[in-house]
């Protein structure tokens, strides 16, 4: 197979918040940092991937995804909280669980209090740039579903801030727009669709979105939910619902998980994915599933990111290769470098 191109623009960098709370502490930098896409991309153009510019495609396809309201908020939601006394970092204060109580739990529009109706943690500011960034991610991702339709045996999507942690209405977990998502959807006039999510996060976003659709099948490998974000999905009995019981699929593995546990467990999702027997395969890639990574908790090398690659190429679709998380920001980019050298290796 050809060098995988690679789509990557600068729109990234708008989105640049100066802290994070994780747990009751605030971090800074954060771990979703512009950095990240700078060493990925000026590694992958080194090793000579070619680049391409993500094309703007409107807002059409992120529809496709996301509910109105959501992007109303994303577009409008800042100056908003701004203009209601807000500071520059947008992070929610109050958050309305199903719990809350009877008669209540509705959008009254509250000002700098509304974010938490979209927003489901506090690790994922917000700031001027975070809806152009992630409008640019969408386009991104967009793009190389473009270039796989055209012909092309993979592409990659340098997708930042990345998106699968978003759902329809919702955002969190660093992610605005689902980015590997819209390309599924967009995907989709292809035929059937397998989401395979490599992150070491479950992908609930990716999860709801097509949670009902029989057309997309999504198979997610990650650390147990049990002791790691999002805490509150990702357990082996979520299998789908209505129309879409039985094409959703969660692997949760152990911490310490390496190489060779995490390529058997990926040989059983792809096993799902051929029986599903989809026209394309759109691959949520984190790698934060690197023994490095400062939130993860496995011990995937390097040379594992190459096998994993392989195993991904192996079913024999075309393949859109949507970049997640990943914070070891030292080692992203020989981790992209083998995890695209596998893609090619093995289709
Ligand atoms: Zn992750």
Do not use: K
């Not at 940092?33 to 807002?59: Q, S």
């Not at 310490?256 to 792809?270: I, K, N, P, V």
């Not at 394309?280 to 790698?287: K, N």
């Amino acid at each position: 197979m050809d060098p995988v191109p690679v789509v990557a623009g600068d729109a990234h960098r708008a989105h640049d918040p100066p802290y994070e709370v994780n747990y009751g502490e605030v971090v800074r930098p954060v771990y979703e940092r512009v950095e990240r896409a700078e060493r990925i991309r000026d590694a992958l153009a080194a090793a000579g991937h070619p680049l391409v510019e993500p094309a703007p495609h409107g807002i059409e396809p992120v529809l496709a995804v996301h509910e109105p309201g959501l992007l109303g908020f994303l577009e409008q939601g800042w100056a908003a909280w701004r203009a209601d006394g807000g500071p520059e970092v947008l992070i929610p204060d109050s958050f309305p669980i199903p719990r809350l109580g009877r008669g209540g739990g509705r959008d009254l529009g509250g000002g700098v209090g509304r974010p938490g109706w979209f927003c489901f943690d506090t690790a994922t500011p917000m700031v001027a740039g975070s809806f152009s960034a992630a409008l640019a991610a969408a386009d991104a991702a967009l793009t190389a579903a473009d270039l796989v339709a055209a012909g092309a045996a993979a592409a990659y999507a340098l997708c930042r801030p990345p998106g699968h942690h978003a759902g329809p209405g919702y955002y969190g977990g660093f992610c605005f727009l689902n980015n590997a998502a819209i390309a599924a959807r967009s995907l989709h006039r292809l035929g059937r669709v397998a989401v395979v999510d490599v992150d070491f996060h479950h992908g609930n976003g990716t999860q709801d979105v097509f949670w009902e659709d029989p057309e997309v099948l999504y198979v997610s490998l990650h650390g147990d939910p049990a002791g790691h974000y999002p805490h509150f999905t990702g357990a082996a009995d979520e299998t789908g619902g209505g129309a879409g019981a039985g094409t959703n699929r969660n692997l949760p593995l152990p911490d310490g998980t390496g190489d060779d546990e995490y390529l058997a467990s990926l040989a059983e999702a792809m096993a799902v994915v051929a029986g599903f027997d989809p026209a394309t395969l759109v691959v949520s890639a984190g790698f934060d599933t690197f023994a490095g990574d400062p939130i993860g908790a496995f011990q995937v090398t390097t040379g594992g990111f190459r096998r994993i690659g392989a195993a991904l190429a192996a079913a024999g679709r075309p393949t859109v290769v949507v970049q997640e998380g990943g914070y070891a920001v030292e080692a992203l980019g020989a981790n992209a470098l083998a995890l695209l050298r596998g893609v090619q290796e093995g289709g």
